[in-house]
């Protein structure tokens, strides 16, 4: 069946080094893939996205790489920082015709950096 | 710009007890998600308005659950009877439109069912 999911479940980082996230995805139908920050108490909250008619996309000390052939996402954090810590989910949006369409959530990855 | 707001923040009920959630989005975002979050797991969709019509609410378990969104802005979801497994974070999101626009999340409410 369809699903997203992560390749390590946890993280842990000195501060400054940087992070690499990784993501597996199953639906070769996905067009679009969204990465999410949630810090605990909070909802997620939106970094950075990617099309499928993309490999790499670079925002603020982010990067997310897109591998179609091997259905593989990865989120990569420069000088990874203590406010970094958090649970980081992939998110995939998989169309099924017309207007219908849905983001599919993975587990989760806790990202924890230390000092 | 304020952002997605959801209340309560928490909820402590009993079960067999009724519930309601409350989400105002974006403003001039028309479309509104409602998601379930079990702990260590990521959202997962209950329902989605385009303005006041829900087009894809395949996921909302309707013998408990129902959603409204009268006017095509704030929501409500409603759990009734509320049950020990509806424990969970109840989070609302808004977008600007369909497809690959960005959703955009609240803080969540959380609810316990005891």
């Known amino acids: 069946g369809e699903s997203v999911g992560l390749h390590l479940p946890t993280l842990s980082v000195q501060e400054g080094d940087n992070s690499i996230i990784n993501c597996a995805y199953s639906n070769s139908a996905s067009d679009y893939f969204i990465w999410y920050k949630q810090e605990s108490g909070k909802g997620p909250q939106f970094i950075i996205d990617?099309?499928?008619?993309?490999d790499k996309r670079q925002g603020q000390r982010v990067t997310v790489l897109l591998n179609k052939t091997v259905k593989h996402l990865s989120l990569q954090i420069a000088a990874t920082q203590p406010g970094d810590s958090a649970v980081y989910f992939c998110?995939?949006?998989?169309?099924?015709?017309?207007?219908?369409?849905?983001?599919?959530f993975g587990k989760g990855t806790l990202l924890t950096v230390n000092p | 710009e304020a952002g997605v707001v959801q209340s309560p923040r928490y909820k402590i009920i009993e079960k067999k007890q009724p519930v309601a959630f409350w989400c105002n989005p974006i403003s001039g975002h028309n479309t509104l998600y409602w998601y379930l979050q079990n702990l260590g797991q990521g959202p997962e969709l209950l329902i989605r308005y385009e303005n006041e019509e829900a087009v894809d609410d395949s996921q909302l378990p309707k013998d408990r659950f129902s959603a409204e969104r009268l006017k095509g802005v704030d929501s409500t979801l409603k759990i009734q009877p509320a049950e020990l497994g509806d424990s969970a974070v109840y989070l609302c999101?808004?977008?600007?439109?369909?497809?690959?626009?960005?959703?955009?999340f609240g803080a969540g409410t959380r609810l316990s069912v005891l």
């Open positions: 998110a995939e949006n998989i169309r099924s015709g017309g207007s219908n369409y849905k983001l599919t």
């Open positions: 990617i099309r499928s008619n993309m």
């Open positions: 999101a808004s977008s600007a439109g369909r497809g690959e626009n960005i959703q955009y």
